[in-house]
Antibody, heavy 115, light 109 residues
Framework: QVQLVESGGGVVQPGRSLRLSCAGA????????IHWVRQTPGKGLEWVAL????????YYTDSVKGRFTISRDNSKNTVYLQMNSLRVEDTAVYYC????????WGQGTMVMVSS | QAVVTQEPSLTVSPGGTVTLTCGSS?????????PHWFQQKPGQAPRTLIY???NKHSWTPARFSGSLLGGKAALTLSGAQPDDESEYYC?????????FGGGTYLTVL
């Protein structure tokens, strides 16, 4: 079954770190760039980051530059989002999605940053 | 970073036609922005309706179409159904980085 599955969300204090994972299955994972997108409860979608199929190129939204790092391990069919120096405003559901037609989305993983 | 603008809300009558638009603070939206359109129902992940301006997925109802109109990306719904009541988001590409619009809530009434 073609799918993306996120994991690693949870509750964390401001200033701490968290690593999210996005595992792909059912398709040639190493051939696709992958995005992270987040959504604050009750609010709109925010694009967060993109990593190319081979990990050589990365893009970030301004609000996470210097704090978040996207990476991938194609041997594990997994993309990661390392989130450091977390802020209350990073609280959101984090989705990963396949690049191109955005035809595959995960179910999302919730990150809550709270003291 | 660019700002992408959408109508906050629109209303369409059942069976009617409505056009949602997606503008860019950097100027006219072109095919080079690879406009995407997403539908999102409460509690669900977004679902892509249109990609690269006007391409549809196999699950995209025929009543939805994408285009460029007056310097903006446009999503046109022809023959609105009650099930089309939803939030709609556009996404534009800026040399790799992406930016979502704020979303349009479409009411079918």
């Amino acid at each position: 079954q073609v799918q993306l599955v996120e994991s690693g969300g949870g509750v964390v204090q401001p200033g701490r770190s968290l690593r999210l994972s996005c595992a792909g299955a059912g398709f040639s994972f190493s051939s696709y760039a992958i995005h992270w997108v987040r959504q604050t409860p009750g609010k709109g979608l925010e694009w967060v980051a993109l990593i190319s199929y081979d990990g050589s190129t990365k893009y970030y939204t301004d609000s996470v530059k210097g704090r978040f790092t996207i990476s991938r391990d194609n041997s594990k069919n997994t993309v990661y989002l390392q989130m450091n120096s977390l802020r209350v405003e990073d609280t959101a559901v984090y989705y990963c999605a396949r690049d191109g037609a955005f035809d595959i989305w995960g179910q999302g993983t919730m990150v809550m940053v709270s003291s | 970073q660019a700002v992408v603008t959408q109508e906050p809300s629109l209303t369409v009558s059942p069976g009617g036609t409505v056009t949602l638009t997606c503008g860019s603070s950097t100027g006219a939206v072109t095919s080079g922005h690879y406009p995407h359109w997403f539908q999102q129902k409460p509690g669900q992940a977004p679902r892509t309706l249109i990609y690269d301006t006007s391409n549809k997925h196999s699950w995209t109802p025929a009543r939805f179409s994408g285009s460029l109109l007056g310097g903006k990306a446009a999503l046109t719904l022809s023959g609105a159904q009650p099930d089309d009541e939803s939030e709609y988001y556009c996404l534009l590409s800026y040399s790799g980085a992406r930016v979502f619009g704020g979303g349009t809530y479409l009411t079918v009434l």
